[in-house]
Nanobody, 114 residues
Framework: QVQLVESGGGLVQAGGSLRLSCTASGSIFNIHVMGWYRQAPGKQREFAALISTGGTTTYAESVKGRFTISRDNAKNTVYLQMNSLKPEDTAVYYC????????WGQGTQVTVSS
């Protein structure tokens, strides 16, 4: 059984920063991709960022230049450093991993006040 546990969400003022973490545990072999999606109130879940095993990163246009994704393969952990946060970044952030299947975290709330 695979579990993803997220942490680091919270309330921050516009222009501030937060760092999200997500650690995967359980019967995991060969994690290929780790990443983050987010879902704002009343909207569909949308892609935010991903990182491959080799460190190649991809970002949504809306977060490019402000968010940085990284991973620690030894710890099965992915991070999302979020800088210059905007009220429109307010959402529940979900981490995921692509291994022999796709697994999702439970989500962590990020609220950015104006």
């Amino acid at each position: 059984q695979v579990q993803l546990v997220e942490s680091g969400g919270g309330l921050v003022q516009a222009g501030g920063s937060l760092r999200l973490s997500c650690t995967a545990s359980g019967s995991i072999f060969n994690i290929h991709v780790m990443g983050w999606y987010r879902q704002a109130p009343g909207k569909q879940r949308e892609f935010a960022a991903l990182i491959s095993t080799g460190g190649t990163t991809t970002y949504a246009e809306s977060v490019k230049g402000r968010f940085t994704i990284s991973r620690d393969n030894a710890k099965n952990t992915v991070y999302l450093q979020m800088n210059s946060l905007k009220p429109e970044d307010t959402a529940v952030y979900y981490c995921y991993i692509l291994a022999h299947s796709t697994y999702w975290g439970q989500g962590t709330q990020v609220t950015v006040s104006s």
